[in-house]
């Protein structure tokens, strides 16, 4: 079991930059990949990035956040973040973290592939 807590969420300008952090509990974090997703009001979760359990942390993207956004993970302090950078209007969401099953290397980009969930934090973007 691992509990997930997200923070960073907030409003910004057009343009700006958040970083969302995910602290997890647990003495096994390293062994969990990880995933970001969003859900904007009426429409259904969709993912936004990921990270490989693995040290060398193998990353993977939704095409509308390529290039702007980056995951990383800390594994000494057991939390996984997003960067995100040039935001738009569209980005707009609540952002969730989950974690995968421990050593587990599934679907990255489908939300029924996770274990786990944090709360999820708000991120509003103005144009």
């Known amino acids: 079991q691992v509990q997930l807590v997200e923070s960073g969420g907030g409003l910004v300008q057009a343009g700006g930059s958040l970083r969302l952090s995910c602290a997890a509990s647990?003495?096994?974090?390293?062994?969990?990949?990880m995933g970001w997703f969003c859900q904007a009001p009426g429409k259904e979760r969709e993912f936004v990035a990921a990270i490989s359990w693995r040290s060398s942390g193998s990353t993977y993207y939704a095409d509308s956040v390529k290039g702007r956004f980056t995951i990383s993970r800390d594994n000494a302090k057991n939390t996984v973040y997003l960067q995100m950078n040039s935001l738009k209007a569209e980005d707009t969401a609540v952002y969730y973290c989950a974690a995968l099953k421990p050593y587990y290397s599934g679907n990255y980009y489908s939300s029924g592939e996770y274990a786990y969930w944090g709360q999820g934090t708000q991120v509003t973007v103005s144009s």
């Open positions: 647990g003495r096994t974090f390293s062994t969990y990949g």
